[in-house]
């Protein structure tokens, strides 16, 4: 039988009010939850190539692009059930087969007391000026810490949020700050178009999606020079990845005036991923945050000692409330967050974080 938009719709709603993160819909296959982590199947019939049109039909906004659909190889976008959530999705090809994966949003925009962030997190987002870089895999959470972020600024400061997203995810009401949010592809052509014209746009706060090339760092780097607080994201593991992998956008001859002008301007990297709960109920983050000092900055400007940025990171904790992953991991197992196991296996260095854990654990017990 024949997937109808009310069924469709109830099954997006039921998935909302669930907890489920993600559902995946292919050709010939039942509909799919990630639930905290796990992919669940539905238990309905298989879906055919005709629902999954039915269901582009409902989702897409330009009616050009749905007429183009059995060309279609990639597509993203995003669509809002009100009340309910926002959607972000992305449509496949896969072996000839139509597939799409659709990421749900919740229409109320996190705080970092919902997901249970470090205090510093708000710290960070009440800075002046400079660049924060967001970090991790896909779906390890940096759109909802970076929601958070910039809630708490909205609540705080009267001050112009400009973000320029592909697509725009959780929808801010202004409450103290006056918010601009920028959908790319429907309110301006590129990243690069609206990176160009950010600057005119009287911003104090710049949010970029993310970090692509070097033009959109060039010009992050700029805005930050120039007094303003940018926050970014970038598709690695931690601080130093981070660095390293900003610094090799760039040709080979301009990267030492970059290593400078990040060693300048880089306030804080906040670099996370997702465990499972101890009770397997739920997830938490897990974040290594490093906040610039003089020793981090001159860390990055000398390409031989970048790697003591780990050890000013671990030293910071008592001061700035910087934290290594193997520190934060401590915390969450100490509170009962998460399984011993599970801190030991995103350790670091699992070895060194079970050894220093056994030794910590000898000495309380002394």
Partial sequence: MALSKEVFLNLVRSASLSGVSDIHLRTDEKPCFRIKGDLVLVKTDPLTNDDLKMICGIMFKDRDVLEKLDTLTEFDGSFSLPKVCRVRYNL????????????????????????????????????????????????SGKSSTL???????????????????????????????????????????????????????????????????????????????????????????????TIGRVISMFPPDEQNVVRTRIADNLHATISQRILKTADEKGRVVAQEIMINNPGIREAIMDPQRTKEIYTYIEKGKNTSGAQSFDQHLTILFREGLIAKEEAIRNATSPEDFERNLMFSDSGKDD
């Fill in 92 to 139: 496949m090809r896969y072996q000839g087969k139509l597939g799409l994966i659709l990421r749900l949003i919740s229409e109320r925009v996190p705080t970092t007391e919902d997901l249970k962030l470090p205090a510093v997190i708000n710290k960070i987002a009440d800075a002046n000026a400079g660049l924060v870089l967001v970090t991790g895999a896909t779906g």
């Fill in 147 to 241: 929601a958070a972020m910039i809630n708490h600024i909205n609540r705080t400061s009267a001050v112009h949020i400009l973000t320029l997203e592909d697509p725009v995810e959780f929808i801010h009401t202004p409450i103290k700050a006056r918010i601009t949010q920028r959908e790319i592809g429907q309110d301006t052509a590129d990243f690069s178009s609206a990176l160009r014209s950010a600057l005119r746009q009287d911003p104090d706060i710049i949010l970029i999606g993310e970090m692509r090339d070097a033009e959109t760092v060039s010009i992050a780097l700029k805005a930050a020079e120039t007094g303003h607080l940018v926050f970014g994201t970038v598709h690695t593991t931690d601080a130093l990845s």
